[in-house]
């Protein structure tokens, strides 16, 4: 068996380029080559990353050398290619969200189950060393009785951003606007840390944007471990913040800005805290995606390519499992179905 698992990816626009500059990082995966219904765009990035313009989907998943494909559709078509994929054998790393509603997702989780091949949801954001950090400081136990675990993203998308593809802002192919597109990655880190809530009561708005869907947005949770918290999600927030997640416990509390902690207190210390402190415990983090889409690394990335890669050649578990990309969109489904209706939306009464 080759030691390289080979991918293609769906879809040649910006995120795309992430997905092929991180299989190029990645050593135990190689790219075969890019279909998008626009061939040229397909043809240009095969130039620049050396490798096939395929010109069908079809041609794509017949090819047998293709292990795994990426999707990087606008958010509305990611099932229709997941269902092609899976019914060809193929595995699947999945852009966020999987998809916009909750019948594509849970028909994408089905039939990946009965096709026996690996989704794997986009969440690269889990793996940075600060979330692994905050993770392992939960397991341990170090914040006590957790009280509050809550996400704040005050982001900035200029009207170009939203004009550029006509698909982003739209409730049949964004599925949403500030939460499930930028403030999704955000939500996910609260619920890898602190579970899934069991209610939540949720407002919104459009208020500076000409788009269907919000630009602004905030959730009140209460967790099923009894915690309560936040989340402020906008596109609307000049220039753009680094994005905020904030977990406050009975013994001690940690609050992370992008990539650096802005506190890292607990009442017992840890010969580690120090080092974390000198390393990660810095003023003037970087505004990560806060002001553009295309400020963020590929680094998450190929670690979710080598992970899926490494799960295809030894058949090992990737370290996401499809499940819990399944809860991250019921929990932002949630949300929205809290703002439509209303009233809060209560989880104990729902699958996951
Ligand atoms: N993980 C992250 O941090 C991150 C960041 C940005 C975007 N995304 C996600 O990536 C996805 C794509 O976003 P983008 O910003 O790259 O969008 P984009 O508009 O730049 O690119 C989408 C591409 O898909 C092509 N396309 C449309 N329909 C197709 C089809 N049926 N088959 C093949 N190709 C098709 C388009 O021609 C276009 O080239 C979205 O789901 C978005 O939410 C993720």
Known sequence: MSRKALF?????GMIARFHAQAIRKTANAALAGFYDVRPDAAKQLAAEFNCRAYASLDEM???SEIRAVTIAT??????DTVLSAAGAGKHILCEKPLDVTREKVEAMLKSCS?????LVPVFQTRF????QLLRKAVQEGRFGRMLFASARVHWYRTADYYSSSPWRGTWAMDGGGALINQAIHTVDQLLYLNGLPESISAYSGTLTHDIEVEDTLCASLRYANGSFGTIEASTSCKPG?????????SSGSAVLEEDRFIRWEFETAKEEDQEIRQTLLVPGSNAGGGSAPENIPCDGHAFQISDLANAILTGSAPAVHSSEGGNTMRFIFGIYESIRSGKPYLFNNQKG
């Open 8 to 12: 293609g990816i769906v879809g040649a």
């Open 61 to 63: 998943l017949r090819d």
């Open 74 to 79: 606008p958010s509305g078509l990611h099932c």
């Open 114 to 118: 009965d096709n026996h091949v690996h």
């Open 128 to 131: 940075t060393r600060p979330v």
């Open 241 to 249: 913040f680094p994005r905020r997640l904030e977990l406050s416990g």
